[in-house]
């Protein structure tokens, strides 16, 4: 898996789960705490933790490109 994807697949399973979450917070009217644990996080500091996380991957590769 990690040939074929260049990640692990709990980072890639993460990862749909943090991009469900993403359009889930820009096309409903959800909250916070409703997206999380629809996408699989106990409790929204753990997604907190994890979108923050996310973010800041995506920033510093945006940054290095």
């Known amino acids: 898996f990690v040939k074929q994807e260049g990640i692990s ?7 749909l ?19 999380a644990v629809s996408t699989g996080f106990p409790e ?3 997604f907190s933790k994890f979108f ?4 800041i991957t995506s920033l510093s590769s945006a940054i290095v490109s």
């Open 9 to 15: 697949p709990k980072q890639y399973l993460t990862s």
């Open 17 to 35: 789960r943090l991009d469900t979450a993403k359009r889930l917070l820009r096309e409903t009217a959800l909250s916070v705490s409703e997206i």
């Open 44 to 46: 929204v500091l753990s």
């Open 52 to 55: 923050s996380i996310s973010a």
